[in-house]
């Protein structure tokens, strides 16, 4: 089951992109074996440990359970970044001496360090104490509370010489109290901090199953689904891989519930971002006994559906405590797809048919589109063949008495409508709002090939491409 979705998945990732694949500790080995085939041993970046319970399972025979994991893996290791959710504090101190690394030299160039004495003489001496190993091995003079002189140290070191080199470059300040020298790195801060694999309520402010199912109950009225994922988790990840990014797209191959998308929506309010989600989940059917079936819901769709409609509202309203930031501007809104066959007519004639065969399937497909079906689903099946994108601004256009779709502001105009057949002056007046390319329903010619010769003649006049469909 899981084999083919990763490697689809794979497929899908940008060159920097990185998935999360939530696993317990029964699979957990399968998945890394696999994932590493598929992504390579490089690209796995972190396995994290969450803890999903604030009590502990006892279905294990021997131990209560109270975690799960999450496995990170990159596309490309050499083209991503930190994963981080925070930056380092203003004015903070990292101490640049490390006890038990190598010994080695650094060089201090002259006024790169900030003394607590205005003026002093040292001389060379151990400066050594405690488990710390330090020793200075030139005089140095401090003046105005800066070093005259570069300060050579030998010790145990955080920093290699060119660390320490971009540091100072970079303008951050290195201080030292007194002696025993203990020089510190005093981080300007908002650089990013690397995050570390352990998921709790304590390290990083996560919820559990039992916070999830309580928030889900209280926005859909019932328990309808057994432990669904926190959005505070999907979100620490989608944060942890976007910070920089605020324009990405996230995937999530199993909707369930829609945490995935309420954490996006959620990333968005609170630093105006335009993260996209996709979410995709199977038509699979709610058990007639549920709780969710008696309320309406038949399918897990349905229910993830109604909990993403619910979430928008609650964002359009600004519900008090649900969202931080200022609203205004956030877009809340979402399209609903179902996988279908094509509403255009197949044509599926071999060379060995008779003629009376061939004549009884041109009847058959005299009309382009399926009788019944909506000018909506066409044009979602015409953006998916023309290769846009189905989150794409569309807006509807009148023209005299036509009406049009409009695709990302009049680049491309669709005339779906084959109980109007429009004339060649309202065809004019569509070209004249300067479309890249019009789309036109062949049954809207309703057979006037006089019609759609003007018409693709008048388009090339005007540099518009002409398609029918």
């Given amino acids: 089951m899981m084999y083919p979705r990763l490697k689809l998945a794979r497929n899908l990732l940008t060159d920097d992109g990185v998935i999360f694949i939530s696993i317990d500790d029964h699979e957990i080995e399968n998945l890394l074996r ?65 006890a038990g690394n190598s010994m080695k030299t650094l060089k201090f160039p002259p006024s790169s360090v900030t003394f607590t004495d205005s003026e002093a003489v040292y001389s060379p001496q151990d400066m050594s104490e405690g488990n710390i190993k330090c020793r200075l091995l030139e005089k140095l003079t401090v003046k105005n509370h800066k070093n005259v002189n570069t300060i050579v140290i030998e010790g145990e070191w955080r920093y290699s010489q060119d660390k320490l080199n971009s540091i100072i470059a970079e303008g951050d300040l290195i201080t030292i109290s007194k002696a025993p020298f203990r020089p510190n790195h005093v981080k300007a801060g908002g650089e990013i901090k690397k995050m570390h694999n352990l998921l709790t309520p304590q390290t990083y402010n996560l ?33 942890a891989v976007t910070y920089d ?21 959620k990333m968005n309010s609170e630093d105006g971002g335009q993260r996209k989600f996709i979410l995709v989940q199977l038509p699979e059917l709610i058990k007639s006994d549920a709780p969710a079936y008696s309320a309406g819901y038949k399918t897990i769709s349905a229910l993830s559906r109604s909990r993403i409609k619910r979430v928008g509202d609650s964002i359009s309203n600004g519900s008090e405590g649900l969202f931080s930031s200022d609203i205004d501007d956030l877009d809340s809104g979402f399209r609903a797809f179902t996988l279908a066959q094509s509403n255009f007519a197949k044509w599926q004639a071999s060379s060995s048919m008779q003629a009376e065969d061939l004549q009884e399937i041109l009847l058959d497909i005299k009309d382009s589109a399926a009788n019944g079906t909506s000018q909506s689903a066409l044009l979602f099946e015409i953006l998916l063949k023309q290769g846009i994108g189905l989150s794409e601004e569309i807006t509807k256009v009148s023209v005299g008495v036509l009406e049009v779709f409009s695709i990302a502001n009049n680049s491309m105009l669709v005339y779906l409508n084959e109980d109007v057949k429009p004339s060649l002056s309202q065809f004019s007046e569509l070209i004249a709002l300067k479309p890249a390319k019009l789309i036109v329903l062949e049954d809207a010619f309703n057979g006037d090939d006089e019609l759609k010769t003007n018409l693709k003649q008048m388009c090339t006049s005007n540099l518009v491409e002409l398609w029918t469909a």
């Fill in 34 to 98: 696999i994932g590493k085939e598929i992504f390579g041993e490089n690209n796995h970046s972190a396995t994290f440990i969450w803890q999903k319970k604030k009590k502990p399972s006892f279905l294990h025979a021997n131990v209560g359970s109270m975690t799960e994991y999450v496995v990170a893996f990159t596309r490309n290791y050499k083209s991503t970044f930190p994963f981080s959710v925070d930056t380092t504090t203003e004015g903070k101190k990292y101490p640049i001496n490390n």
């Fill in 207 to 239: 919820e559990t199953n039992e916070d999830a199912t309580a928030h889900l109950t209280s926005l859909l009225g019932g328990d309808y689904f057994d432990n669904p994922k926190p959005v505070s988790l999907i979100q620490m990840l989608v944060k």
């Fill in 245 to 265: 990014d605020p324009e990405a797209t996230v995937l999530d191959f199993f909707a369930g519930s829609g945490s995935t998308a309420e954490a996006v929506m």
